[in-house]
């Protein structure tokens, strides 16, 4: 059963720190984006990559976000320094276009 | 942009019965996709259907099926004979089908909390 997996599951950090949050996509699928998860925003995308490429970072503030692909089995989500308005879940999912995105079970973070 | 509303921030059904969430969009396309995602307390995002936009007749998967009424933008969920696992936040979601940059991300509406009462 393929499955798409996150690490850590929860994450307490103080504020200043750095934070890397690391996704393995399902093997074979194309696409890995990054969402986060606020009560108040809700899900909102923060980076999109096919193919191992970024395409869209947009949603991801630039100052301190940074996401990368290194190989086709790992894409991590780095935050330095964090913020208390960092805390949410970060959801990872990945697809094989143009077919559906399947979530992995994302990563709690908070930062005091 | 692209924009998804859902209507109702809390729904409850007893359980057994029927329910019905609603979801509106708007875009400027005519080819795209749609989606319902259940999110229980363990946080998991799950499919639960999908829907493409050319297709005319509605999706169904067991007791979850959609009306997809393409003119009015509307996208409503409706879940037979509930049951207590079906307790969840329900997510509507659209997706372009062409390739583009940022063309395959999800947007989302901000969510159903549906409760099944015993």
């Known amino acids: 059963d393929a499955r798409v997996t996150q690490t850590p599951r929860h994450k307490v950090t103080e504020m200043g720190q750095e934070v890397t949050m690391r996704c393995q996509p399902i093997l074979g699928h194309n696409t890995v984006f990054w969402y986060r998860q606020t009560m108040m925003q809700g899900l909102e995308l923060l980076a999109y990559?096919?193919?191992?490429?970024?395409?869209?970072d947009s949603g991801m503030p630039k100052d301190r976000f940074s996401a990368e692909m290194p190989d086709a089995t790992l894409a991590t989500l780095k935050i330095q320094p964090s913020e208390p308005r960092d805390s949410a879940v970060y959801f990872c999912?990945?697809?094989?276009?143009?077919?559906?995105?399947?979530f992995g079970p994302g990563t709690r973070l908070t930062v005091t | 942009a692209q924009t998804v509303t859902q209507s109702q921030p809390e729904m409850s059904v007893q359980e057994a019965e029927t329910v019905t969430l609603s979801c509106t969009y708007d875009?400027?396309?005519?080819?795209?996709?749609l989606f319902w995602y259940k999110q229980p307390p363990s946080r998991q995002m799950i499919l639960v259907i999908r829907?493409?936009?050319?297709?005319?007749q509605n999706a169904t998967e067991n007791r979850f099926s959609v009306n997809f009424q393409k003119a009015a933008k509307s996208f409503s969920l409706k879940i037979s004979d509930s049951q207590l696992g079906d307790a969840a936040m329900y997510f509507c979601?659209?997706?372009?089908?062409?390739?583009?940059?940022?063309?395959?991300?999800?947007?989302f509406g901000k969510g159903t909390k549906l409760s099944v009462i015993p």
């Open positions: 829907q493409e936009a050319y297709k005319q």
């Open positions: 875009t400027s396309e005519s080819d795209y996709y």
């Open positions: 999912a990945s697809g094989l276009l143009p077919f559906e995105q399947y």
């Open positions: 979601a659209y997706r372009a089908a062409y390739s583009g940059a940022g063309s395959y991300q999800l947007t």
């Open positions: 990559f096919r193919n191992r490429a970024p395409l869209d």
